[in-house]
């Protein structure tokens, strides 16, 4: 049973054009969202997150999205760079310091 | 500052035989994770350490899989009897109590041969 979904496995986007990575979830009680960003041989890093009781949080090239009536979220990057070529997860918790449940991740190309 | 460390970097074992996978947290973190990373797959959580507390051992897969925290600080993730399906990155993660964010060491990528 799959709490947080990324339904779209890759993702191909032109260098300058925005990317947007989708995320789904089930769980109600999920009140904290974050997408991490993780290149080959590497942990995940942290990227940007958001609390439920915001719909839009912006940093730099990232903005993201929740509708919580809609269960979802979603990544904006724009202008999208090559550099931006990783895959990333998206991920929720229902308090701090509990285990963060991840989505299965979205691989982002940005073509040159 | 120094962010979360784990070693070995790459261990191949055979199966049957234990593996012990270490993480060195960020210093004064008091959380500490272990998730697992199968091809193709997301993040599986394994088991969470938060400070004195038990720890949460809900995601370990089999009694296979143990951890432990010593001094509230170096965690080992010891497999035993490994098994082929046991091949995956194993991640370590580290927060300070009361924060979501997660910093992340850069795994351990295991092969059961």
């Known amino acids: 049973d799959q709490q947080v979904k990324q339904n779209s496995p890759s993702l191909s986007v032109q260098e300058g054009r925005i990317s947007i990575l989708n995320c789904d979830y089930t769980?109600?009680?999920?009140?904290?969202f974050l997408w991490y960003k993780k290149y080959p041989a590497e942990g995940p890093t942290f990227l940007i997150s958001?609390?439920?009781?915001?719909d839009k949080n912006e940093d730099g090239r990232f903005t993201v999205f929740l509708n919580k009536s809609a269960k979802h979220l979603s990544l904006h990057i724009v202008p999208s760079q090559p550099g931006d070529s990783a895959v990333y997860f998206c991920?929720?918790?229902?308090?701090?310091?509990?285990?963060?449940?991840f989505g299965k991740g979205t691989r982002l190309s940005v073509i040159a | 500052g120094a962010g979360v460390s784990q070693s070995p970097s790459n261990k191949v074992t055979e199966k049957g035989k234990d593996v012990e996978l270490r993480c060195d947290p960020i210093?004064?973190?008091?959380?500490l994770y272990w998730y697992r990373q199968s091809l193709g797959q997301g993040l599986e959580f394994l088991i969470y350490?938060?400070?004195?507390?038990?720890?949460?051992k809900s995601g370990l897969p089999s009694d296979r899989f143990s951890a432990e925290r010593t001094g509230g600080s170096v965690s080992t993730l010891t497999i035993q009897r490994t098994q082929q399906e046991d091949s995956a990155v194993y991640l370590c993660?580290?927060?300070?109590?009361?924060?979501?964010?997660?910093?992340f060491g850069p795994g351990t990528r295991l092969t059961v041969t």
């Open positions: 991920a929720a918790s229902d308090s701090g310091n509990t285990p963060l449940v």
């Open positions: 958001i609390s439920s009781i915001k």
């Open positions: 350490f938060q400070g004195n507390s038990a720890p949460d």
């Open positions: 210093s004064g973190h008091t959380a």
């Open positions: 993660a580290s927060s300070l109590a009361a924060k979501y964010e997660q910093y």
């Open positions: 769980n109600s009680m999920f009140d904290y």
